[in-house]
T-cell receptor, first 113, second 117 residues
Framework: GNSVTQMEGPVTLSEEAFLTINCTYT??????LFWYVQYPGEGLQLLLK?????DKGSNKGFEATYRKETTSFHLEKGSVQVSDSAVYFC????????????FGKGTTLSVSS | GAVVSQHPSWVICKSGTSVKIECRSL??????MFWYRQFPKQSLMLMAT?????????EQGVEKDKFLINHASLTLSTLTVTSAHPEDSSFYIC?????????????FGPGTRLTVT
């Protein structure tokens, strides 16, 4: 079946530190991969996506590369800011159109100044 | 951008009563909406897929008679928790898939926190 595994949080960093949040997946077929972010009190927002192997998604300084050989989609940012504090969800969309996303458990990131 | 609203944002109800949660796509038509449930510090678990004008498709283990889903229009889906019990307390999140968009364009509501006392 399809599943997503994320590193356990919380992750606590100082401003300008390097961020990595690991995400691995299990899937049949050719899924698309996503990172969503949920700021306190808000809904989920799409952060970035990759639809095929070796694609790199990027947005707001975050990036993640779709690695089929390691079934991974790790999220990275070179220099985090306090405003990046949020919960980050890795998600997988199976190959069929109109299907629901499958989420990892979420990783809470807390950045202090 | 595409906006999805949920109402109410939080609700407290007594055990045995029913609660209705609305999910609206404000500036687009959604042929498909999804309902998720999120427990504290846990992932979003898909409850059901709602298609406009047809019956919802429920995930295994989700009680159809307890969680009634209606998708009567292209902009509104409702989730009714019937005869609520404390174990139904959770964070309920909907998402909407635009009819004309690609498979990636899924927009989420802000969620509804339900507490059953």
């Amino acid at each position: 079946g399809n599943s997503v595994t994320q590193m356990e949080g919380p992750v606590t960093l100082s401003e300008e530190a390097f961020l990595t949040i690991n995400c691995t997946y299990t899937a049949t077929g050719y899924p698309s991969l996503f990172w969503y972010v949920q700021y306190p009190g808000e809904g989920l927002q799409l952060l970035l996506k990759a639809t095929k192997a070796d694609d790199k998604g990027s947005n707001k300084g975050f990036e993640a590369t779709y690695r089929k050989e390691t079934t991974s989609f790790h999220l990275e940012k070179g220099s985090v800011q306090v405003s990046d504090s949020a919960v980050y969800f890795c998600a997988l969309l199976p190959g069929q159109a109109g299907t629901a996303l499958i989420f990892g458990k979420g990783t809470t990131l807390s950045v202090s100044s | 951008g595409a906006v999805v609203s949920q109402h109410p944002s939080w609700v407290i109800c007594k055990s045995g009563t029913s609660v209705k949660i609305e999910c609206r796509s404000l500036d687009f038509q959604a042929t498909t909406m999804f309902w998720y449930r999120q427990f504290p510090k846990q992932s979003l678990m898909l409850m059901a897929t709602s298609n406009e004008g047809s019956k919802a498709t429920y995930e295994q283990g989700v009680e159809k008679d307890k969680f009634l889903i209606n998708h009567a229009s292209l902009t509104l889906s409702t989730l009714t928790v019937t005869s609520a019990h404390p174990e139904d307390s959770s964070f309920y999140i909907c998402s909407a898939l635009p009819g004309q968009g690609g498979i990636y364009e899924q927009y989420f509501g802000p969620g509804t926190r339900l507490t059953v006392t």
